[in-house]
């Protein structure tokens, strides 16, 4: 969880700020735990290390993220007080209405970490080959992904691995998101 919750960068933690790393944490291992659900084991690839997790992949067929929230309702109860829970569900309503659409028969690459320790070993190499080899299976003709513009570290792993700018677009008082893609 602490991997993903670092991977899942400004988007989760813009959405979660009130309620800051325990709500963030509590919402991604209830999402986790709930079968089905995007963000959970079936859509992730991870790398070990003396038993540890020092590198994650978390993806899957772009329609998966975008399908009737209500299919995979993640209980909220007792992650945080009541209005902390409002602004947070604002929050998500705020995103899904600023945030382009994702195209159908891509393979949407959710989140993508490496320990700091563990960085400039191949491993997001690997873990990219990973995500082409799953759009692949999903018959994907593309992979897409999302950064924080301003985030050159993974802008150029992402622009050096052949993914092209595609569009970019903002959070009401948040930061600006580029969406970059790259045919499988």
Known sequence: ??????????????????GG?????GLLQRCWDLPGHPIGPDNSTVIEDGGAVVALLLG????AWTRDESAHLVPLEGLARLPILQR??????TQRDARPALPAGAWYLSSLGVRPSH????LARMLLAEATRHAHSHACARILVEVV???AGA?????SDGFQDELTWSLPRGPTILRLTRRV
Request: hydrophobic letters at 40%; charged letters at 20%; zero cysteines.
């Open 1 to 18: 969880m602490p991997l993903i919750q670092e991977a899942g960068g400004t988007l989760l933690a813009w959405s979660t700020q009130d």
């Open 21 to 25: 790393p325990a709500l963030a944490h």
């Open 60 to 63: 899957g067929e772009a329609g």
């Open 88 to 93: 947070f569900h604002r929050r998500l309503q």
């Open 119 to 122: 960085r400039r070993r191949g």
């Open 149 to 151: 513009a301003d985030n």
């Open 155 to 159: 802008v150029a792993l992402y622009r």
